[in-house]
């Protein structure tokens, strides 16, 4: 994750690529309508232009206060994936009531059966995701703003 970022931020530096940090909307309840409506006025300034938004499953869900309703209602066309792997991810980066940071986890969000031991993408049992990116580990990433602290 970290060298796609550095490789985007050099593309930026080409203005070949905008990249907008959601982190920027600061935290609490609101975070949610924040960055959307960040990234919202982001591709407003560029109508032509194809938007990606890298932030936890949390922030991507179908439904809720999720980023995804706003950007939608907008009339923009949002495929929402999360990444799981073949077992469960044993850590995720989040935040919960005791802090924010690393906590251990048996989650597993893809779908059971047969192709949940392929990995690839593949389309999501749980209607929070559209797709399930199924990789063969995983394990907790620091947000990019703390990761280079």
């Known amino acids: 994750m970290r060298d796609l970022l550095c490789h985007a931020l050099a593309l930026e530096k080409k203005q070949k ?3 907008v940090y959601l982190n ?3 935290r609490g309840r609101d975070f949610d309508a924040k960055a959307a409506q960040l990234f919202l006025d982001a591709m407003r300034a560029k109508p032509r232009s194809t938007g990606l938004v890298l932030a936890g499953n949390f922030h991507t869900r179908n439904m809720g206060s999720a980023m995804t309703p706003a950007l939608r209602a907008a009339g923009y066309k949002v495929t929402t994936a999360t990444a ?3 077992e469960a991810a044993p ?9 924010c ?4 986890t048996t989650i597993n969000f893809c779908p059971e059966g047969p192709a949940v031991h392929q990995p690839g993408w593949q389309k999501s049992s749980d209607p929070r995701w559209d797709q ?6 995983i394990s907790a990433s620091y947000p990019f703003d703390t990761a280079s602290k």
């Open 84 to 86: 799981s792997t073949r």
């Open 17 to 19: 690529l905008t990249i």
């Open 91 to 99: 850590e995720v980066w989040q935040c919960q009531p005791s802090g």
């Open 132 to 137: 399930c990116l199924i990789l063969q580990n």
């Open 101 to 104: 940071g690393v906590h251990p």
């Open 24 to 26: 920027s909307a600061g």
